[in-house]
């Protein structure tokens, strides 16, 4: 079992930066594969980025490729996304996922397990 808690979010202008962390409970995180998502108001939930157990492979939408950067550290059981020139359409919640293998996963329907989401709204 795996409980997830997303933190960062906030309110930025555009063009601006902000770092998402996910923080995992139990002692195998370096045993699951990581992914953020993102969902917008009366929008479906969107993968954004995605990390592999190890962090040497990652998965970029091309939404976000070139401005998002994830990265995890295993000794302190958290994932992060650096995110920069935002953009108002970046304006979502957004979600970190889990899921017990090595691979980077780039669908929703394949994690087990997901943290209740930080909000990130983008001003213009």
């Known amino acids: 079992q795996v409980q997830l808690v997303e933190s960062g979010g906030g309110l930025v202008q555009a063009g601006g930066s902000l770092r998402l962390s996910c923080a995992a409970s139990?002692?195998?995180?370096?045993?699951?594969?990581m992914g953020w998502f993102r969902q917008a108001p009366g929008k479906e939930r969107e993968f954004v980025a995605a990390?592999?157990?190890?962090?040497?492979?990652?998965y970029y939408a091309d939404s976000v490729k070139g401005r998002f950067t994830i990265s995890r550290d295993n000794a302190k059981n958290t994932m992060y996304l650096q995110m920069n020139s935002l953009k108002p359409e970046d304006t979502a919640v957004y979600y970190c996922?889990?899921?017990?293998?090595?691979?980077?996963?780039?669908?929703?329907?394949?994690?087990?397990?997901w943290g209740q989401g930080t909000q990130v709204t983008v001003s213009s």
């Open positions: 996922a889990a899921k017990n293998t090595y691979a980077v996963v780039i669908t929703a329907i394949e994690y087990n397990y």
């Open positions: 139990g002692r195998t995180f370096s045993s699951y594969a």
């Open positions: 990390i592999s157990w190890s962090g040497d492979s990652n």
